[in-house]
């Protein structure tokens, strides 16, 4: 008791005083004692409620800043799809080939079940299903198909000198990484590589063909060499099908690393001056007439979305259509997310609902092949996962595979990849674990405004779109398959773009009339018909960024270590008017009686007398 009354003598906290003082009555002395007991058990249970807050506290998201500059964002992407995915002239062109021994009205929707739609078995005969199988096996092991893709490989291999850019433009292909990990194209191989691009060849595979040109004027002024890149991937499979795929670059990487997107320089420029301008044609002469009466594949144009360069498009969610007749401006805007190393390092991905991409890994969107981590990329995971097991097959166009989707298994793909999100865990090939799909700690996302007018205008003659375009239809009349179906829409246009280059009436992308015809009415009828087809097959689509700044929103722990401290001493200070020094004289006074107590003089036993 002694120590106890040196203690509430001596000591800073509030109250203590008055239960030490031997002058005080017994009644202020209990009524001190009350009132320190309540204060040490108010000041006990907010310690917990504090301790207990600052354990179970996560993330919270604010906006960091407002204007953030540009010179941290990449430029999006642009993926070109046609709402037609197949073309009437591919499957001519097969039925030709054949020496005309199979109808079109049977070859057309067999290619169109087991490759574009898929297909049921209900209804279907035995007989039926072997008669096609034979003939899909006739025509994939076929000296015509083989060498339809020998010429495949070799363009996309080894790149094809098109005039269709105002830059340089670099063309990858998916092809040469397949060769490296299957194997070169062989004999004994054959008809697997033909199964897994069958629906590449049939779509608008060749440059030049989809996108006819593109002209990038968001380069970055201060580069040295001022030469504009693009990077171009054509047959880029996703979940609508066969597309092309478009990355300009803010400015050159360094030399060998053109094709690594993941390399890709920061930087972007806003304004619709600055933008990515494309030139689309969607060849609606050649298009395929499908079984959607509503949906995603109704009518001609296009179907365009944006997205960052290291993801995989979902298409079918975020894809805005474009329609054929019509000169479209998409300004983007950009947000830009992040979170700090204090919420990396305290909590796992689960506690701060996020996965930095050092965490999760994916099995097919490889990080090698210039994919990242991020919400739409694990969902589309999440589908191919699931297709693996329900369907036991792979899209072809988008994964190489050794079971490529056709027939029963496309549709059974297309029934899970049509209600992605709909499966939210992968599985992760690195340390084989279930993952919960979360979103990206870190990302850059974007909101498009959309806005569009007619095209072309009636001077079109005097623009360079006039010979760009008389330029890709010669290339069309060049093939006798697409020939056949371009003239029967455009009767004489063959011979007129013939003639055109006979002439030299587009020289250097500038329209000659007097150097084509000198009889008025034969060059106004041509004019027409070329005016015609740009309003029946293309639209010009501009992609710019809207604001010269971007939205950083931040997620940073809820309750920091400085606040827990702060909020600990005001707990203390509140309930027994305690501080640092406080608790410092606390353990002084315990030391110091601890002390006293084994340095204390011990009473000696008495001995006893005989």
Known sequence: MEALARFADQTTLHGWAYIGNNKGSVIQRIFWLLVITGALIGMAYLLMTTINDFRTARTTIEIKQRAKPLENVYFPSAVICNISPLRKSFVRWIYQSLNKKVSMSRLFPLVLDEFVNGRNDSGETQEKKQEDDELLYSILNSTFYEDYFRMFVEKVTKGEELNMSNGKLINWNYLKSVFDEFGNYTQQNKILYHKNYF????SQWQAGELVTYIQWNGFDPEQTDNQKTTFQQL?????????????????????????ELKFLPKGALNGDNNG?????DAETYDNSALTDNVGSRVGDGFKVTIAHP???PLVRQSGVNINVGSAVQVAVSITDFKTTDEALNRYNATERKCWNTSEISFQNLDYNDDYRYNMNNCLYQASLDRTAVACECLPGSQSFSQNPCTGKTLKCYQEIVYNTGLYRTIKDPKDDEEKLCMSACFDQQYDLLVTSSKYPGDEINHREDFCIIIAKIQRACSRAAKKYYIERKYPGICDGVEKVKETDSCADSKWMFETFSKNSTEMHEFESLITRYLRENTAVVNI???????????????YTLISFIGNLGGVLGLTIGASLVSLVEVIWHILLNVYNFIEAPRPQKKRRSK
């Open 199 to 202: 629906s590449t060849l049939a």
């Open 235 to 259: 047959g880029f499979g996703t979940d609508y099908g066969v597309c092309a795929w478009l990355t300009p670059y803010y400015r050159n990487p360094k030399p060998g690393l053109e094709s």
């Open 276 to 280: 990515l301008s494309l030139l689309l």
């Open 310 to 312: 290291l993801d995989m």
């Open 544 to 558: 710019y960024i809207r604001q010269p700044y971007v939205i950083e929103i931040e997620s940073d722990v809820t």
